[in-house]
């Protein structure tokens, strides 16, 4: 329970690592990871669930700043996440440097320490922190499926991860349905999968083919060389 969802994503680096291309992998997921998993612990400051899920969000933590330190390392070369190019307001998670990214986080931080400090001993503030974490996860897949049909492709995102959002999301619907867990576990549960078995449509429909994107930076970059040559 605590190691599993983080090793999921364990393929999907060496994936980036070995081709030295981020390409197909949005780092939304990571956003969304970090900041669901953050809540999470500030979650159990005020309700002691039990150990293996908070440490299950401490390792995801872990996991997703590697990943996400890697896919900045290895952006892709045909990405609009250049300076002035997003549409974003601040760029939002699309920045530069891994360092306006741990400065986001540390910040994100600071508030919920704040906020709990002042409201911690209050119940509701502490349902809302459980709901808001759980809301969050629930988005996980919707970057990547977004990803996924602007460039027509599933390439550079691992089959291995897609099995693990599937068969991890399945397990805990059955589960929550089995526990008899609130309402609202149980529909952002469902809510996650249905996502899913979208994603792996798209699979099915799109395939892992390179993304004409990439096919022409790589043109462009054989031309340049061979003119270089020249």
């Known amino acids: 329970m605590a190691v599993g969802p ?3 994503y364990a393929d999907q680096t060496y994936s980036i690592l070995r081709k030295k291309d981020a390409t197909g992998f949005s780092r939304d997921v990571c956003a969304i990871l970090l900041l669901a998993n953050i809540t999470r612990c ?3 400051l005020g309700n002691h669930f039990e150990f293996a899920l908070l440490f299950q969000s401490l390792f995801m933590i872990v996991a ?3 990943l996400l330190y890697i896919c900045i390392l290895y952006r892709p070369r045909h990405s609009s996440d250049g300076v002035g190019a997003s549409a974003r307001p ?3 998670w699309q920045w530069q440097n891994f360092s306006q990214y741990v400065e986001f986080l540390a910040g994100f931080i600071l508030c919920q320490a704040i906020l709990y400090l002042v409201f911690g001993q209050s119940d509701i503030y502490i349902s809302i922190l459980g709901f808001v974490a759980l809301g969050l996860e629930s988005t996980l897949p919707i970057p990547q499926l977004v990803s996924n049909y602007k460039q027509k492709s599933l390439y550079g995102f691992r089959m291995s991860t897609l099995l693990g959002w599937f068969g991890g999301d399945s397990y805990k619907a059955v589960y ?3 526990q008899e867990s609130p309402l609202p576990f149980k529909v952002c549960a469902i809510f996650q999968l ?3 078995c979208v994603i792996v449509a798209q699979r099915i429909y799109y395939g892992n083919a390179p993304p004409a994107a990439a096919l022409m930076a790589d043109d462009d970059l054989e031309q340049a060389l061979a003119l270089a040559e020249e």
Do not use: A, C, K, R
Request: hydrophobic content about 65%; aromatic content about 34%; proline content about 6%.
């Open 194 to 196: 249905s996502i899913d």
């Open 42 to 44: 500030f979650f159990w």
């Open 90 to 92: 601040l760029s939002f």
């Open 176 to 178: 929550f349905f089995l």
């Open 64 to 66: 997703q700043l590697t």
């Open 6 to 8: 983080p090793l999921v």
